[in-house]
């Protein structure tokens, strides 16, 4: 995949991410998010440069302990929060996967 596509795919991921860590409790990580995804965005900067400075902050941000995967969706029936969640758990883990 190229940098465009990584990109792409990320900006995407991480924005849903930010959606689900605010309206879940998990603020304290929103700047993060969206710091990777002001990166991401930021036109002036090479493709390459986009994408080493979003992965450092997720990177960092998700590898630490810092709480980062303690966040989990919270709905009114089990079978609703298995499935949130699994939501969840797909982007973290994709988002760990594609910035390497």
Do not use: C
Request: proline letters at 1%; glycine letters at 8%.
């Amino acid at each position: 995949m190229t940098y465009n596509e990584n990109i792409e795919r990320a900006l995407s991921y991480l924005n849903e991410l930010r959606s689900i860590y605010h309206d879940e409790g998990g603020g304290r990580f929103v700047v993060g998010i969206s710091a990777a995804i002001r990166y991401l965005g930021d036109q002036s900067l090479a493709e390459e440069e986009r994408w080493s400075n979003a992965r450092s902050i997720y990177k960092t941000m998700a590898g630490s302990k810092s709480g980062f995967t303690d966040v989990y969706i919270q709905k009114p029936t089990i079978e609703q929060i298995l499935i949130a969640n699994q939501r969840l758990d797909y982007l973290r883990g994709e988002l760990w996967r594609i910035f390497g």
